[in-house]
C-alpha cells in the first residue's frame, strides 16, 4: 500500500513539472545535465549526478536506505529519496521541496545542492548562476 501511495505521488509531482528550460552555470562554466532540469511547485529541482559532477564532487547511492551521499571539499550531505528531509555536515536540515526520481535520475531542490554544497545563487540574464560562498 505504501509503494502505491508513492507511486501515486510522485505521478501527481510529475504531472507539476514546468515545461521552461532551466540553464544552470557554476561561475562562468554551464553545468551539462544528463536529464533536464525540472520546476515543481515554484522550487526548481536538478538532476544531482549532474550538478555534483559539475561541482568537482562525489556522490554514492545506498539502495537499503535510499540516500543520495555527497561529499565536496570537506562538506557532506545525505539526501533520502522522496522526502524533504536532509542532512548537511551532521545537522538535519529540510528541503523546501521533496527528492525524487524522475526517468531513473535522482532529482533534488537546486537551493538545497548550492546551500550544501557551499555557493550562493542568483539569477542572472534568465540563468541560475552559482559562486562560491567567500567568508
Known sequence: MRLILVLLANLLVLT?????PVKVRIESRTVAFDAEPREV?????V????MVDAMGGTMRWDLASKTVSVWRE??????VLNSRSAVVNDKPVM?????LIYRNRIYVPLKFVSDAA??????????YVLRPLRG
Open 74 to 79: 570537506g562538506k557532506r550531505f545525505d539526501v
Open 118 to 127: 557551499g555557493y550562493v545563487i542568483s539569477v542572472e540574464d534568465g540563468w
Open 47 to 50: 538532476p544531482i549526478r549532474s
Open 41 to 45: 511547485r515554484g522550487v526548481t529541482l
Open 95 to 99: 528541503m523546501e521541496e521533496a527528492s
Open 16 to 20: 507539476a513539472f514546468a515545461q521552461h
